[in-house]
């Protein structure tokens, strides 16, 4: 009998500190959410919904993603079917100006105020960097959406030049814990990526930074990513579950539990009570259709709607008329965090 | 053009059978050979559609593109 009891005395405690006082949950506590067997998710699914509520409000931001540049990158994270390193039956392509503004009309349309453009690269090169000044310009002239980035690893002068561009909020995943790092990426370092991090803070954009779980980390090293983050303080955690790309390193992985899933979308909440925390990719996969409804009763506060960069999702109108069921509006596009 | 249908998930004659993993995997996955040469395509997926461009057999498009 005294298992429960102990449990039942973590979440009591969580909601005194994290519910009441906005006290993010520490890696100890965020491990132990994680350890939390099935009986209690349902009581952790709750809490974390409060803890959302009461920090962040009833407000779901949506975001559209585009793949301005696919395929052909040089580094070789594990789980990515854009890197030229593997035998992925992803081909490289390049969008064209007018394509990516049929995009983020497309984006628009749902209802989403944000629209990010990625590449695979390791970091824009200048003809990269010229055709998204190019592209955010022809978007801007046409349609009223807030702008965000994803070009790898950034120099300070990319960064400024990116600030004046306009684009609001630049999105760089950690993508797991600083320990487990080295298991998938081997090109480049973590530490790299911190860096680019802090020149986006310190050029005045927003930061967005998550990453994917199931790559085979520990629930330590889960629970060790959820304190890295916590410590960053980004305006946004996008939070992917690994969907294993066919000829990818990862392609073999099982992929994660549901319950474990949900586990991980509600201790991150308690670890970072106002940040925007994300539904992004693998969600479908991994939660079922049941799983956007649960996410967002679960301490998710965003969603990427429509499809992702290489592979499909739900329909937006699916994720749109759950907001409405759930009485959960859209943010508005003036709305600032 | 000898009539062989390719699948359009991993590339291999479908008649072949063994493409169950493949059907699976085509509600959340846009195609990534033509059917009709297997070739891998070009393939750019958009928030609401995707088009994928065979160097021989031309561009095919989703519904919602």
């Known amino acids: 009998m005294a298992a429960p009891v102990v449990h039942t005395d973590l979440l009591t405690e969580l909601r005194d500190s994290v519910l009441e006082r906005g006290v993010p949950a520490t890696p100890a506590q965020v491990l132990e959410l994680l350890r ?10 709750a809490l974390a919904h409060e803890v959302r509520m009461r920090w962040c409000g009833p407000e779901v931001e949506v975001e559209g993603i585009i793949s301005l540049k696919t395929g052909g990158c040089p580094e070789d994270c594990h789980f990515c079917s854009q890197s030229g390193l593997f035998a992925s039956p992803v081909r490289s392509a390049w969008l064209d100006i007018p394509m990516l503004v049929e995009a983020a009309k497309q984006t628009a349309k749902t209802g989403a105020t944000e629209f990010c453009i990625v590449a695979a690269v390791r970091g824009p090169d200048e003809r990269l960097m010229t055709q998204v000044a190019a592209g955010i310009q022809a978007i801007k002239d046409e349609i009223d959406i807030n702008i965000a980035c994803s070009l790898g690893m950034l120099t300070p002068d990319q960064v400024q030049r990116l600030a004046a561009m306009g684009v609001h909020r630049y999105n760089h995943n950690l993508e797991t814990a600083r320990s487990y790092f080295p298991e998938v990426v081997s090109t480049h370092t973590w530490e790299e990526r911190w860096d680019t991090l802090r020149l986006v803070r310190e050029a005045g954009m927003e930061v967005c930074c998550g990453g994917i779980v199931g790559m ?31 000829g990818t390193p990862f392609g073999d992985l099982e992929l994660m539990p549901a319950a474990d899933a949900l586990r991980t979308v509600a201790a991150f909440r308690l670890a970072l009570p106002r940040t925007v925390l994300r539904f992004a990719g693998g969600r479908e996969l991994t939660l079922g259709d049941l799983g956007a409804r649960k996410g967002l009763l679960g301490g998710i506060n965003a969603v990427i709607v429509g499809n992702y960069l290489t592979t499909l999702g739900r329909p937006a109108e699916s994720d749109i008329d759950l907001l409405g069921e759930l009485s959960m509006p859209v943010k508005a596009l003036n709305q600032t965090l | 053009m000898n009539g062989t249908v390719f699948c359009d998930q991993c590339g291999a004659p479908a008649e072949a059978g063994g493409h169950g993993r493949c059907a699976a995997r085509r509600a959340l996955e846009p195609p990534r050979y033509c059917v009709d040469c297997a070739r891998r395509m070009v393939v750019q997926v958009t928030p609401t559609g995707w088009t994928g461009r065979c160097s021989r057999h031309g561009e095919r498009r989703s519904a919602g593109y």
């Open chain 1, 36 to 45: 939390l067997p099935d009986q209690h998710l349902e009581d952790l699914l």
């Open chain 1, 216 to 246: 085979g980390e520990t629930v330590e090293q889960r629970a060790e990513f959820a304190g890295q983050l916590a410590e960053l303080e980004p305006d946004e955690v996008p939070l992917n579950f690994l969907n294993p790309r066919p």
